[in-house]
């Protein structure tokens, strides 16, 4: 299992719930040598117990495109549906579900600027406040680059409609933090 996010379905979506207790949803990727490689899928699995223990959902995987980086999904809610963006390479795929376990293709984005080069990884995408008491969307991924003078995060400012990330920018080269030591936040 490789790394994802959590949720708590406050509203019971996916249906889970037990005893009267909405779940915690843990949302991650499955990552399973095969023959000639690697393919990556997304599972989740529930808590009622505060995420002191969890049980894995029995028709995982709950998204499968066959791939080989697929992953890091965090989820999050907006409006009357989940989104996931998750990363494949160098885009940011993004999908929405109404239940957590049914999960439907919405957009894809990726920039043509192929620097700092190297494969995306851990992506968010978050509503920040702005100097001028607006409001806009970043979407931020880590770049696992062989480049020694450059290993850490990069973000595009855009927005999203609740299918699509379109940045202002999508050529603009963004870093959050020139060090070595930011990665995956």
């Not at 009622?48 to 028709?59: A, P, R």
């Not at 709950?62 to 080989?68: G, M, T």
Request: aromatic share 14%; with cysteine.
């Amino acid at each position: 299992i490789f790394s994802g996010s959590m949720v708590y379905d406050e509203e019971n979506t996916s249906g889970m719930a037990k005893n009267g207790i909405n779940p915690l949803v843990a949302v991650y990727t499955y990552h399973k040598d095969v023959p000639g490689g690697v393919r990556q899928s997304q599972g989740i699995a529930f808590s009622y117990d505060g995420g002191i223990t969890f049980e894995k959902y029995s028709k995982n995987p709950v998204l499968d495109e066959d791939r080989v980086d697929f992953r890091d999904p965090k989820v999050f809610r907006y409006q009357d549906q989940w989104i996931m963006p998750l990363v494949a390479g160098r885009e940011v795929r993004l999908y929405g579900s109404k239940n957590l376990t049914d999960w439907e293709f919405l957009s894809v984005f990726t920039s043509s600027n192929e620097n700092p080069a190297g494969i995306w990884e851990c992506p968010d995408l978050r509503l920040v406040p702005t100097e001028d008491g607006g409001q806009k969307w970043v979407l931020s991924v880590s770049v696992n680059t062989e480049n020694t003078a450059y290993f850490g995060m990069q973000y595009f400012v855009g927005e999203f409609n609740g299918t699509e990330f379109v940045a202002d920018d999508e050529e603009e080269i963004l870093i959050q933090d020139m060090g070595f030591d930011n990665y995956a936040a």
